[in-house]
């Protein structure tokens, strides 16, 4: 039986993370590091996060990761159980990350697998660079990563993220397929299908 499908509105995201980033500004991030899809969210949260005096904004850098595409070179095997990196901060990422508070920004924790391939690798960069540096001025040095993701799926995890990493999710959901209103090709038949499916819940709940 194909999976259950959930279609998320462009206003459903918008207030999910609305309401996120009041807890969010707890972490104090002074960088939103994207992955794929999230680059719509935290464009959006970086609005919520701007600084009421200064206005000045978060920078927002991208990283490319595919668990699930099909994408030029990889194998049937591949897709689903090996992180495919498309894209990165570039040959110095390490040094972009120094003495940071990064929060990366995702829109579905699913597995969890490419949220701890993002945090493993990224830690990777850093540690090489401080490695450079002496060793009195590392840990004032040091980078802290928090993680936002606009859904999280309760199901058992195949990745993990360390325990000191503050994680933000902006609403837990049903191991459901979730359709984003970014992936649509007919906007309109998308709304339509995410308001029939309210309309559903509804009725449903009042039996």
Request: net charge negative; charged share 30%; proline share 6%.
């Amino acid at each position: 039986m194909a999976p259950k499908h959930q279609h998320m509105t462009y206003n459903d995201v918008h207030h999910l993370i609305r309401d996120s980033a009041e807890r969010i500004k707890e972490f104090r991030p002074d960088m939103l590091i994207a992955i794929g899809d999230g680059f719509f969210p935290a464009r959006v949260l970086r609005t919520f996060l701007k600084d009421a005096d200064t206005k000045r904004n978060i920078p927002i850098h991208a990283i490319g990761l595919s668990l699930y595409e099909s994408l030029p070179g990889t194998t049937a095997e591949q897709i689903g159980n090996e992180v495919i990196r498309t894209q990165w901060l570039g040959p110095e990422s390490g040094k972009i990350l120094l003495g940071r508070r990064a929060l990366i920004v995702d829109e579905v924790d699913d597995s969890r697998k490419t949220l701890q391939y993002a945090v493993t690798e990224l830690q990777k960069d850093i540690e090489r660079e401080l490695l450079a540096l002496p060793e009195a001025e590392r840990e004032a040095k040091r980078t802290r990563f928090a993680v936002f993701v606009v859904h999280n799926k309760l199901k058992p995890k195949v990745g993990s993220l360390p325990t000191d990493i503050p994680y933000y999710p902006g609403a837990e959901t049903a191991d459901v397929w979730l359709d984003y209103p970014w992936e649509a090709v007919d906007i309109d038949e998308h709304d339509r299908l995410a308001a029939e499916e309210r309309e559903q819940e509804k009725q449903q709940s009042a039996y």
